[in-house]
């Protein structure tokens, strides 16, 4: 039986479909994070929630745009952590997503083949500038040889130079225990997903689930789990600081940021370190979590980086990685609060939705990671569960 949330979740994809052929041209690199394979993977998903074949001709054409500017002297950097790693491993990422989910058919060695050897290189040298974050650094090449791995095991050493890199650039304490800094960051100490602790803890949980350095990621994790824990605080909707140094108080409740991503980590590592008592700890922290609402202020808009749409895809990821119901009713809960964040008004641009960054501009109201494409991606996903999971296009893997 449909549901009124559905039938909202329903409306409102018509409003961002309407709206985003006015919007499209502010996307103009080729990366599906802020450019035109968001354009391409929104038309895929229309495709197969409308059951309308037409909307794969919109995908290929933004597919064939974005392909005919993979040139690293196209690269120009969006923000602060961007990277030409980060825009290459969006490449990869994206269109080992699109085969593996049947939105396209074509041989991903054949076309990857050159990036791999690029990406490793400069995988290689952001572990010797000692920078591991997810856009500007080695992690960008992390995910992407990552997700490589369902169309080849020749990038296995890759991810093996990546773990023994993963070391070398960690920083311990006084007592031992692993952090990371964001060189791109002011060197600040991050312990969420995005360029922090929680980022490494479950890139590495992965990496071993793939029966790769599975010894040496748990060794790396032990440490870098107890410097998590000793930062635990208890601060309601603030469990732990988004950085260190930082002042108690509530905190950004996002995939990018706060506590969410901080539980995830800690549950990946107890699944790869096997430990009862530190996901007894994980699920502690995440069934706090779970009590997290829209009206705590907390989570700014509805996208997939730092808004609902982002909270519903990792609730969803967890309740398939654990098979816990809480997880699965949150994910749902996140989903139903999308269209709150709907504003209308104007002429209807971006269907709607708009990101929360400070002096946000047409890029980001109509990208995946912050605007309205990863918002109508995930409203679709609420009207059709079976629609696919974002799984290889998340911070969270």
């Known amino acids: 039986m449909e549901t009124a949330s559905c039938t909202v979740a329903e409306e409102h994809v018509e409003r961002i479909a309407a709206a985003l052929p006015r919007v499209a041209h502010h996307l103009t690199n080729y990366t599906y994070e802020e450019g035109l394979l968001g354009l391409c993977l929104f038309y895929c998903y229309y495709a197969r929630y409308t059951g309308d074949d037409r909307h794969y001709q ?31 491993s ?31 290189g400069l995988m290689e040298g952001k572990i010797a500038a000692g920078d591991v974050d997810l856009g500007s650094g080695a992690m960008a090449g992390g995910h992407y040889f990552l997700s490589r791995l369902a169309s080849t095991q020749t990038v296995t050493p890759c991810l093996e130079r990546l773990v023994a890199g993963v070391a070398e650039t960690a920083v311990a304490d006084e007592q031992g225990d692993y952090f990371w800094r964001a060189p791109s960051l002011k060197n600040r100490v991050y312990l969420g997903l995005s360029h922090g602790s929680a980022m490494v803890l479950s890139w590495l949980a992965a990496v071993a689930g793939q029966g790769i350095a599975a010894e040496r990621c748990a060794q790396i994790s032990r440490p870098a789990v107890a410097f998590v824990l000793k930062h635990q605080r208890e601060q309601p909707n603030g469990l732990f600081p ?30 790869l370190l096997d430990d009862p008592h530190l996901r007894h700890h ?31 895809a990792v609730f969803d990821k967890l309740y398939r990685l654990s098979t816990d119901a809480r997880f699965a009713q949150r994910a749902g809960y996140w989903y139903e609060q999308i269209p709150r964040y709907f504003r209308n008004g104007g002429n209807g641009d971006f269907g709607g939705y708009y990101s929360i960054l400070p002096g946000a501009n047409g ?22 569960p079976d629609l696919p999971p974002l799984d290889g296009l998340l911070m969270a893997v």
């Open 90 to 120: 969006n490449l990869g990422r994206f269109l080992e997503f699109a085969v593996r989910n049947g939105f396209l058919d074509m041989d991903t060695n054949q076309y990857l083949k050159n990036v791999d050897e690029v990406l490793y």
């Open 363 to 384: 890029l980001w109201h109509t990208s995946f990671s912050w605007g309205m494409i990863g918002t109508g991606i995930s409203l679709m996903k609420q009207a059709r």
């Open 242 to 271: 988004l950085m260190l140094g930082e002042q108690p108080g509530p905190t950004q409740f996002s995939q990018c940021y706060g506590d969410l991503g901080v539980g995830y980590g800690l549950f990946r590592a107890a699944q």
């Open 58 to 88: 919109a995908a290929e054409r933004y597919l064939d745009q974005a392909l005919a500017l993979v040139d690293p002297k196209n690269y120009r950097k969006v923000y602060k952590t961007d990277s030409l790693d980060c825009h290459l």
């Open 282 to 312: 994980a699920l502690t922290v995440l069934e706090a979590c779970t009590r997290r609402t829209y009206e705590d202020r907390l989570t700014g808009d509805s996208s997939i980086c730092y808004g609902a749409s982002g909270l519903a």
